[in-house]
């Protein structure tokens, strides 16, 4: 897809969502931070469930350390892969602790030598907490891109890049947003609206006339 082509596409996306932010809840780098490593494989509602108790006694690196896996996981227990996420947290929150004062670094670099924290989440993290120019490619990004021809990739890398390429600077900040709403809302994976999306005009999706 052309620049001027994805101008028109994600103002179109633009005036149906305004003003787009993730459904996870959060009030600092580091909640969120915890929040995005439960959220793998999980949905928001119930990661948002567990962080609404767990923020109440643990919502520091410290507090998190003293609780230890053990202290963490009944507040985690009905999200899936819950051992493993409660392991990275307090390995995570220990490094923090140990190696940045207790605060979440603000480098893509240093985030994803947290465990748990791949390059998807550190995109998010940067995004959302300090509103850097990153798009996170999650398993809607990565339909999106594709469907529409907007960036094609086989990888969640050469999706990145080809959108990082494509899309005009002034919908960078939110462009993942509008593109992880979009999927979950219209440009579903196995029966897209496209009867009712705002974006058919722009899109190549070769079967969207029989959706």
């Known amino acids: 897809m052309n620049k001027r082509t994805a101008q028109r596409l994600f ?14 809840v959060w009030s600092t780098p580091f909640e969120l931070l915890v929040a995005v490593v439960l959220s793998a494989q999980a949905t928001d509602r119930s990661v948002n469930q567990a962080t609404a108790t767990l923020f109440r006694v643990a919502a520091t690196p410290a507090a998190v350390v003293a609780l230890g896996e053990q202290g963490l996981i009944p507040y985690i227990r009905h999200i899936g892969l819950y051992n493993g996420k409660a392991r990275h947290l307090v390995a995570a929150a220990k490094m923090l602790v140990a190696e940045y004062g207790g605060v979440v670094p603000d480098d893509r670099a240093a985030l994803m030598r947290l465990p748990g924290v791949g390059r998807k989440s550190a995109n998010v993290i940067l995004n959302n907490a300090w509103g850097a ?7 809607h990004v ?11 990739g086989r990888t969640p890398g050469e999706v990145e890049r080809g959108l990082m390429a494509v899309v005009p600077e002034e919908f960078l ?7 992880i709403l979009h999927g979950r809302t219209t440009c ?7 009867t009712n999306c705002v974006i058919a005009a722009e899109c190549a999706y070769d079967a969207k006339t029989a959706a």
Do not use: Y
């Open 173 to 179: 900040r939110d462009a993942h947003h509008w593109l």
């Open 11 to 24: 103002e179109r996306l633009r005036g149906e969502r305004p003003e787009p932010r993730g459904e996870l």
């Open 142 to 152: 990565f339909r999106v891109a594709n469907r529409t021809g907007l960036a094609s």
């Open 188 to 194: 579903t994976a196995r029966k897209p609206r496209c």
């Open 133 to 139: 120019a990153t798009i996170a490619v999650d398993t």
